[in-house]
């Protein structure tokens, strides 16, 4: 059997936005993307002209793993609370500064790159979204 862990990453209105600079940043691949538009229309979510240009499921393949990421309809949903923080990991250190430093981009560096104990690459950053990330590289052996 095998199990995987996906982020789902719930943006209000801006997951357009970010799936652009994950892209860039990360090198992003989009694998599927619906908008509320795309979908039947349901008697009990009637979807608004606001609506219907909001991403409702985007999946996002980066490296080897899959983020999916989505607008909800309603913003009062998302809230500090429920903020993600991925786990970025290479066996490369300046592959993963490269990483760090595209993330910071608008951010917020939460400790900054560099060597620690357990990693010869290691920093915290928050995206210009609010999405955390802890960017790590492996001890090679």
């Known amino acids: 059997m095998t199990l995987k862990i996906t982020p789902f990453i719930n943006l209000n209105g801006k997951a357009k936005e970010a799936i652009k600079f994950y892209e860039k940043a990360l090198g992003a691949e989009v694998l599927s993307l619906i908008t509320y538009?795309?979908?039947p229309e349901v008697p009990d979510m009637p979807i608004t002209d606001e609506l219907k240009d909001l991403v409702a499921?985007?999946?996002l393949?980066?490296?080897e793993s899959e983020v999916m990421i989505s607008d909800v309809p309603d913003p009062t949903h998302v809230q500090s609370s429920k903020q993600i923080?991925?786990?970025i990991t290479?066996?490369?250190v300046e592959k993963s500064k490269r990483i760090f430093e595209a993330l910071e981009q608008d951010g917020r560096?939460?400790?900054p790159f560099g060597e620690q104990p357990f990693s010869p690459g290691?920093?915290?950053v928050t995206d210009k979204f609010?999405?955390?990330f802890l960017v790590y590289t492996e001890v090679q052996n």
């Open 37 to 39: 538009g795309d979908m």
């Open 57 to 59: 499921s985007a999946k």
């Open 61 to 63: 393949q980066i490296g």
């Open 85 to 87: 923080t991925i786990g």
């Open 90 to 92: 290479t066996n490369d």
């Open 109 to 111: 560096v939460d400790m």
């Open 122 to 124: 290691f920093g915290d």
């Open 130 to 132: 609010g999405v955390s």
